[in-house]
């Protein structure tokens, strides 16, 4: 399962501000996804977390260092090629939701199957299954404002979902729920993960959704300062990254997906 990162960024640095409050938000981080992966990342507030999320998202670009999405680089891009890659590559989950408050569930999930060229009727066969994944089956024509926190997560996490992209990014995705809605997000959370295999990461600051993820990585100043895995009762110090062997070096994922389905 851990052949390769879908998604991997090696010593990010992000600066933020300009003079005297010149902050330097990233101080060389690394950070791998792998297919199949629910992890989340903790940290502090003022940590870099949003800053490296929106890193991650293609929305913000690092001072230095280097991503690759889909054995894509993603340095050196259009703002064009950006959002071309955070179509095919990225799914995005939000604390508030982002729902349209004037569409139903169905129309919400379309609206992002719509914009990525979709048929009108792919678009609403992948948007229903989407939410019956999610559990909502029996809510397609349900408005926002009808729906509760839960149920308007759930039409978010089916709106990431919907066009199948390898990875998704949540952004405090429980911030705004009850202690058991918050535990059912996350418990879907790490089921998308695992089906498709898709590579699923999480900020957030509730130390009680630590028991769904398959890994926690802890970010403190800037810096990567912990990796824990599930069932380690420890926390794995982060390590500089070896240089890695020419014929260790992986396929990239579009070549490796041809070779599946060869
Ligand atoms: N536009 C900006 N200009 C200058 N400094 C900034 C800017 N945005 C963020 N920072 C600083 O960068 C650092 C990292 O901020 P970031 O928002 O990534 O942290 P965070 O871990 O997401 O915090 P929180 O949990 O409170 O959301 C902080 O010291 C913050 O004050």
Do not use: W
Request: with cysteine; hydrophobic share 40%; proline share 6%.
């Amino acid at each position: 399962m851990r052949a390769f990162p879908i998604l991997e960024a090696r010593q990010i640095v992000k600066e933020l501000g300009q003079g005297e409050g010149k902050v330097q938000a990233l101080k060389g981080v690394d950070l791998a996804l792998y297919e199949g992966e629910f992890t989340l990342l903790m940290g502090p507030s003022g940590s870099g977390k949003t800053t490296l999320l929106s890193i991650l998202g293609c929305l913000l670009t690092p001072t230095s260092g280097t991503l690759t999405l889909g054995g894509e680089s993603v340095v050196h891009r259009s703002a064009e090629d950006l959002a071309d890659l955070r179509r095919r590559h990225l799914g995005f989950i939000f604390q508030s939701y982002n729902l349209f408050p004037t569409l139903s569930a169905l129309d919400n999930v379309r609206l992002g199957l719509d914009v990525r060229g979709f048929s009108s009727r792919e678009c609403k066969e992948r948007a229903a299954e989407a939410l019956i994944e999610v559990g909502l089956g029996h809510r397609l024509k349900a408005y926002p404002g009808t729906l509760s926190g839960g149920e308007k997560q759930r039409v978010a996490i089916a709106r990431a979902i919907a066009p199948e992209p390898p990875v998704i990014l949540a952004d405090e995705p429980t911030a705004a729920l009850d202690t058991e809605n918050g535990h059912a997000i996350m418990e879907l959370l790490s089921c998308v993960a695992r089906k498709n295999g898709r590579a699923v990461l999480a900020v957030t600051h509730d130390p009680r959704t630590i028991p769904f993820a398959d890994r926690v990585i802890e970010i403190e100043d800037g810096i990567i300062s912990g990796e824990r895995k599930k069932h380690a009762a420890t926390v794995i110090p982060a390590r500089p990254r070896q240089p890695q062997a020419a014929h260790g070096t992986p396929a990239p994922y579009q070549e490796r997906k041809r070779q599946a389905h060869a």
